[in-house]
């Protein structure tokens, strides 16, 4: 059972009539490795958790869990699969024991192994002081807990989350941030979540899916340590450009809001910081602020998703 | 097959921890009790000899039986609307849908499920004539042939429902609609009396003829197998109809 690729999605689409929810997405994920799909609300990223945890048929494309096809061999291919939909799929009229311990007979957990795995996965979830309590009668947060506890009773392969922070307060974030990490050791795991904060914390490679479509992946360290064109500078004293010009490496300048500037610099390997540094001391400018502008994930979220709401607009 | 079962058996206590079916259970034998109890009075005012053809079991268990499929034709809709469209509602019919097991597992586990709720009305049913046996002769087997026709004609009015509730995310929609079709199938025995093969068809078709001649003690076995058929085709269709939903 040793394949490379936990999930191996091609070409994924699906239509909704008209609608394309999502289009050619393909994706992979290794054992060990944490996924993020980011994208704004309505993106498709549920559409496409869907798809690969075997909820919705894709219209195109193939998905193959453990090497099994999802296709071919539903049955086999979701026994590696541990899914979380956008509402956790809980019976609210059932106690947590009840509820959990059917969900491992479901995924064909032996008598034997079901109350250890129970155990476990309450524990890892934070549930074991509310086993007897009906689930209807839990918060919002507990059940979002229950859901994910139902996810990962099985140890499966691979764990699908689909927005698993959604609902709990911030001391449960950090719990389950902390539970993902721990799940992404031992399993695959892939999450959804249109906050950037929660995929930068946890995951190592990130997809970002805009209007149906993938239109960025990259590993996560990747957003941020790539050179830098511009630098920005703050001053208390407005300082004489063309003394800054002069420097080595330094571009254009422009003014911006306050008196901070932004600089362009020649080509990307130049670091003009340090000499700007001198020359503010030597001048006297009284320099309060310099560093480099990186793209940070955030920046490159922004700017995927607002670029084609420009072109919306436009149609419009 | 075990996982059927593991399905049915939460699915009957999912039924029964939930306060509906203890309400329409209650409901139910309230209205059956006024029922019996009429017909007993009815039938202590006007007492038939000994060579009369209608006896007690037929009087009573027959009238309370042919009443009772109409009190059922009511509730059926209300129990089966939660199996798929109210869960559809609240998602967690996603729980099935991404575990591993097969639709017909599902759908099998469920009607099972449903199963359960038919076997407690039809213990609550045999216990009202069955007290009679305290001051009287019953004729156990016409009690039995009735009380096995009751329970075929919910298994069907339950399949029914269930494939109706398949169809739709509204448990409200579900149960108008599953009453809707129920009445319909109901209603073909009134139009059965029309003379010529219309009224052969639909006296055919209809889901209260077949049960009839259960309740008057015949056990024909084209009555079983209409029954049998019936459920299992609209079974088949709510599989049918999980499929497409996924594509």
Request: hydrophobic residues 50%; glycine residues 10%; charged residues 15%.
């Amino acid at each position: 059972m040793a394949h490379e690729f936990l999930i191996e999605a091609r070409g994924l689409s699906r239509r909704y009539g008209s609608h394309t929810a999502a289009s050619d997405i393909s994706l992979s994920l290794r054992k060990g490795e944490i996924l993020g799909l980011l994208g704004p609300n309505g993106a498709g990223k549920s559409t496409t958790m869907k798809m690969l945890a075997g909820v919705l048929a894709p219209s195109a494309g193939t998905v193959m869990i453990n090497g099994v096809s999802l296709a071919d061999d539903p049955k086999r291919a979701k026994q590696s699969l541990g899914y979380l939909p956008e509402l956790p799929p809980v019976y609210p009229e059932l106690t947590v024991d009840e509820y959990l311990r059917y969900c491992a007979s479901l995924h064909g957990l032996r008598r034997s192994e079901r109350a250890a795995a129970l155990q476990r996965a309450k524990q890892s979830c934070g549930l074991s002081e509310v086993s007897r309590r009906l689930i209807g009668n839990l918060s919002k947060g507990y059940q979002q807990r229950v859901g994910i506890a139902q996810a990962i009773i099985h140890r499966p392969a691979v764990v699908i989350l689909d927005e698993p922070t959604v609902g709990l307060d911030p001391i449960q974030i950090l719990e389950i941030r902390r539970l993902i990490k721990a799940l992404g050791q031992e399993h695959g795991v892939i999450l959804s979540s249109h906050i950037l904060p929660e995929i930068q914390a946890v995951c190592a490679r990130v997809m970002i899916i805009h209007r149906g479509r993938l239109v960025y992946a990259e590993p996560l360290a990747t957003a941020g340590s790539e050179g830098f064109k511009t630098i920005i500078a703050g001053f208390l004293r407005m300082p004489a450009f063309d003394v800054l010009l002069s420097l080595p490496g330094v571009g254009e300048i422009e003014t911006l809001a306050g008196s901070q500037i932004r600089i362009t610099v020649n080509n990307a390997g130049d670091d003009p910081r340090a000499a700007i540094a001198e020359a503010a001391a030597a001048h006297g400018w009284g320099l309060i602020e310099l560093h480099a502008e990186r793209r940070t994930l955030e920046e490159i979220f922004v700017e995927l998703s607002t670029g084609d709401a420009h072109t919306l607009e436009e149609a419009a | 097959m075990p996982i059927v079962l593991t399905i049915a058996r939460t699915e009957a206590r999912r039924i029964f921890v939930s306060p509906l079916a203890w309400t329409v259970l209650a409901v139910l034998q309230s209205i059956l009790g006024v029922v019996f109890l009429l017909l007993i009075l009815d039938y202590a005012q006007n007492p038939r000899g000994p060579e009369s053809s209608v006896g007690l079991s037929d009087y009573i268990g027959g009238g309370l039986y042919s009443f009772a499929t109409l009190v059922l034709l009511l509730v059926m809709p209300l129990l089966t609307m939660r199996l798929f469209a109210e869960e559809r509602q609240n998602g967690n019919l996603t729980l099935l849908l991404a575990s591993p097991v097969s639709l017909i597992e599902i759908v099998l586990g469920k009607f099972l499920g449903l199963f359960s709720f038919i076997a407690a009305t039809i213990l609550l049913l045999a216990a009202m004539p069955l007290m009679l046996l305290v001051g009287s002769n019953l004729d156990l087997g016409r009690i039995a042939a009735g009380l096995l026709g009751l329970s075929l004609m919910m298994m069907a009015l339950g399949a029914a429902g269930l494939y109706v509730s398949s169809l739709t995310r509204e448990p409200t929609i579900a149960a108008v609609a599953s009453f809707g079709l129920l009445l319909m199938l109901w209603l073909m025995q009134v139009l059965s009396s029309q003379p010529g093969w219309i009224g052969k068809l639909l006296g055919y078709l209809a889901i209260v003829g077949h049960f009839e001649n259960l309740r008057r003690g015949i056990f024909s076995s084209v009555d079983i197998v209409y029954y049998l058929l019936f459920t299992v085709l609209f079974l088949w269709l709510a599989v049918l109809q999980l499929d497409s939903e996924r594509n």
